[in-house]
DNA sequence: TCCAATCTTGGAACGACGTTCCATCCATGT
DNA sequence: ACATGGATGGAACGTCGTTCCAAGATTGGA
């Protein structure tokens, strides 16, 4: 039942490992709708039957995908005082789903499972090093879990609108300007111009800095 | 141009909010999965052409569905204090999600259009009101927006793992299985147990409050 | 009143998708 | 040298969203 693998089977043999490379290689290139099964096997020059040999289905392909991220994202462990280190697991968090925008859509989707357990691991250590008390460590996890995956889900599908550098500001500007023309939303109209022109890794760590703040002053106010 | 609705066509006309109304159905019965044309044709006795003479794509559909929802959860001024106002806007959504979760995905697939600038609009007058300076109008509300969407987008999408009931109990347990035995996972193993018996709507408001406590602290310290 | 222009309808057909099936190939152990 | 069984890849299926078009219904003007 182990598996033996077979070696110069062919020029390079088939492999979930390859099969997952070349998934992530076709999700980075174009995005969730570029992992198909006929991309697939045109680059990895074989057929779908091949493929399902050593993948059950297309959404287990994904789910492993995504835990090769966030593992590459977490490895390393967290440095400093518990609010620096949350801020680092964050801020990795943001820049590995920034790399990989697809990553979000699955994570957000299934928090509980790929990637899930590790981000919990390594959020709810320094969870415990804040001295939050025990009965509140799932709950407190949680809700920075929920945020930093919220968020960075959000801006990946904002992100993806449009392909890199103009399309971004040519999708804020479209935004803006509906705002500025809802009757009866004077706030919408208000904050167009800071949407327009607001930095999404800035706010993202303005957000996780309030939630900080709110659990600091939640457990040793 | 305008829309001179004609009368006694059929038995019941075919429109656009017909079309819609049929299509929350199907959503609400059978998740995001049962929102098919067929299915669509079949509740309409009618053929995909007539539909799409009235919607342009299946995509709109899921927006206009997905603002009727919003439109219903929060046409009713927020009232009380701003925290209170704004735990009031929170779990208004919370539940319409809760009893339509695909408008989760959708919503936190594109939270500034569909029913984005009314929950926006709701949130930033609550911000604004509790003295928050102009400058960080944007920065808070969105922080705000991004964990109730993103926090209710990770609810709805674990709900939807099973039917009603037995289904979340099953699933709960399994997790928590998984937890306890990942090895070199002390932290989720330590709340596994916690997560199973945890309350998905006590959650979430902990959440709320403890962002309303970071702005709190941030903003009048 | 009738006709022509226009809007509306619904079925047929298309390409793309995920998945299943199966005949063939080939490395291995005897 | 041969049989075994895992690995392979092409063909085929059903479903999806979408497009196209011929027919029907409705309306305004002659």
């Known amino acids: 039942m182990v598996a033996v693998t077979s070696r110069t089977r062919r020029a390079e043999a088939l492999s979930r490992e390859r099969i997952v490379e070349a998934a992530v290689a076709l999700l980075d290139a174009d995005g969730e709708g570029g992992l198909t099964f006929k991309a697939l096997t045109e680059r990895l020059a074989t057929g779908p039957g091949a493929i399902y040999h050593h993948v059950a ?14 593992v590459a994202a977490l490895e390393a462990e967290a440095a400093g005082s518990p609010q620096d280190a949350l801020r680092g697991i964050a801020l990795r968090l943001f820049d590995a789903i920034d790399a990989h925008p697809w ?10 499972q790929a990637g899930g357990p590790l981000i919990l691991e390594r959020v709810g250590r320094q969870v415990q090093a804040l001295g939050v008390p025990e009965r509140d460590w799932f709950t407190v996890t949680t809700v920075l879990m929920q945020y930093v995956l919220g968020a960075a889900a959000q801006n990946a599908a904002n992100a993806r609108v449009a392909a890199p550098g103009v399309g971004r500001a040519e999708f804020l500007g479209e935004v803006a300007e509906t705002w500025k023309a809802l009757d009866g939303y004077p706030f919408a109209r208000a904050v167009a111009d800071q949407m327009r022109e607001h930095d999404d890794r800035a706010q993202f760590l303005a957000g996780i800095d309030l939630v900080l703040t709110g659990i600091v002053g939640r457990y040793t106010g």
């Open 103 to 112: 990553v979000a859509a699955q994570l957000s989707a299934s928090s509980w």
């Open 57 to 70: 289905n297309k959404g287990e392909l994904l789910a492993v995908a995504t835990d090769g991220v966030v």
